[in-house]
């Protein structure tokens, strides 16, 4: 069935476990997702981004959603929209059905340039009241998502945690992204992450802090080395690069983290499946695109299979 962000999180954080929230963008992915689920018995958070919408297109990416509530009732499924960039792309996201979105006013419009801090809660504020009116959720960002470059000067981009207990009463959002370090897609870490670059101790001051709020960790994944060898074995080529180890978001759940964005892990694991599975001499000849999807789809449901086990999640269906 479909349930709101708050409604699972509330839940979670009763049971002292994180939901990973996946990015999707094509129905093999919705498929392995929900298998997994479904093998663990665990809740699911699928999430659409911008560039998901461009993809697919908003009413194939609805439906898709749709099609795994309705082939699986017994799983809650929140259905997200990851990144909302203005309160008129929310209030679209929310005329659709979605049962959860992300205002994202740490970002002007352009996604692009950091916001002022009454920037974001004005925006923040104004999609809190139309998605509660109608029983939807938000997630709001206060801190920026970090990149590479600026590894060096990017404490000054971490979560504030005077700004996060403002952001909080002043909003009403139901679950809080926070910046520690992470950023979006392969490249987080140069090496193995110490919690100089991967500050999860910061998440640590915010819950003794804000003791009830659902804290959202953006750009986890964690880069395994296995798909990356995999993917370099058959013909990539993806530099030495590091994510965000599962054991470090298994500590941030202690400090309340709640909903754990992954999207890159299940693009490196579809696309070293597909890549070894085109690579083997035995399927040179081989035409039937379904088994190369197969083979990426098996690969995603494995990894999501992990990552439900991992944060505690399976069980809790
Ligand atoms: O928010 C970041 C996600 O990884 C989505 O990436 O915009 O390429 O779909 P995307
Ligand atoms: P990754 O790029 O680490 O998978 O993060 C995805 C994300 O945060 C989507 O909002
Ligand atoms: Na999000
Ligand atoms: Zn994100």
């Known amino acids: 069935?479909?349930?709101?962000?708050?409604?699972?999180?509330?839940?979670?954080a009763e049971h002292d476990?994180?939901?990973p929230a996946f990015n999707i963008s094509n129905m093999e992915q919705v498929q392995a997702i929900m298998?997994?689920?479904?093998?663990?018995?665990?809740?699911?958070?699928?999430?659409?981004?911008?560039?998901?919408n461009r993809y697919a297109g908003e009413v194939f990416l609805r439906h898709l959603i749709l099609a795994a509530v309705e082939q699986y009732p017994h799983i809650p499924v929140v259905m997200h929209r990851d990144h909302g960039p203005t309160p008129d792309i929310c209030a679209q996201a929310i005329q659709a059905?979605?049962?959860?979105?992300?205002?994202?006013?740490?970002?002007?419009?352009?996604?692009?340039?950091?916001?002022?801090f009454e920037y974001n809660v004005d925006v923040t504020h104004t999609v809190v009241r139309m998605a509660h009116a109608c029983g939807v959720s938000v997630e709001?960002?206060?801190?920026?998502?970090?990149?590479?470059?600026?590894?060096?000067?990017?404490?000054?981009?971490l979560t504030d945690p005077d700004e996060a207990v403002e952001f909080v009463?002043?909003?009403?959002?139901?679950?809080?992204?926070?910046?520690?370090?992470?950023?979006?897609g392969a490249y987080k870490f140069s090496k193995p992450p110490t919690g100089e670059v991967l500050v999860i101790s910061r998440l640590k001051t915010l819950q003794q802090r804000l003791p009830n709020m659902h804290f959202v960790m953006h750009g986890s994944s964690s880069i395994p080395r296995e798909w990356r060898e995999i993917i370099n074995e058959y013909g990539g080529n993806i530099p030495e690069t590091y994510g965000v180890p599962v054991a470090e978001i298994v500590e941030g759940i202690k400090y309340g983290v709640r909903k754990v964005n992954i999207d890159t892990d299940l693009r490196m694991a579809s696309t070293g499946a597909m890549r070894r599975f085109l690579a083997q001499p035995e399927n040179a000849a081989e035409l039937d695109a379904r088994k190369t999807y197969q083979a990426a789809r098996?690969?995603?449901q494995t990894l999501c299979r992990s990552r439900y086990e991992a944060f505690g999640s399976a069980g809790h269906a």
Do not use: N
């Not at 069935?1 to 979670?12: G, K, T």
């Not at 298998?35 to 998901?52: E, F, L, R, T, Y």
């Not at 059905?97 to 002022?116: Q, Y």
């Not at 709001?140 to 981009?157: N, P, S, V």
């Open 1 to 12: 069935a479909l349930v709101s962000l708050r409604q699972l999180l509330d839940y979670a």
């Open 17 to 19: 476990f994180a939901v």
């Open 35 to 52: 298998q997994a689920a479904d093998a663990c018995d665990s809740p699911v958070i699928m999430q659409g981004s911008a560039g998901a």
């Open 97 to 116: 059905g979605f049962s959860s979105v992300m205002m994202d006013g740490s970002l002007l419009e352009d996604m692009k340039t950091p916001a002022s």
């Open 140 to 157: 709001g960002e206060i801190g920026c998502l970090g990149a590479l470059a600026a590894e060096q000067d990017h404490r000054r981009l």
């Open 169 to 184: 009463k002043q909003t009403g959002i139901d679950a809080l992204a926070v910046a520690i370090g992470t950023s979006h």
């Open 298 to 300: 098996d690969a995603m």
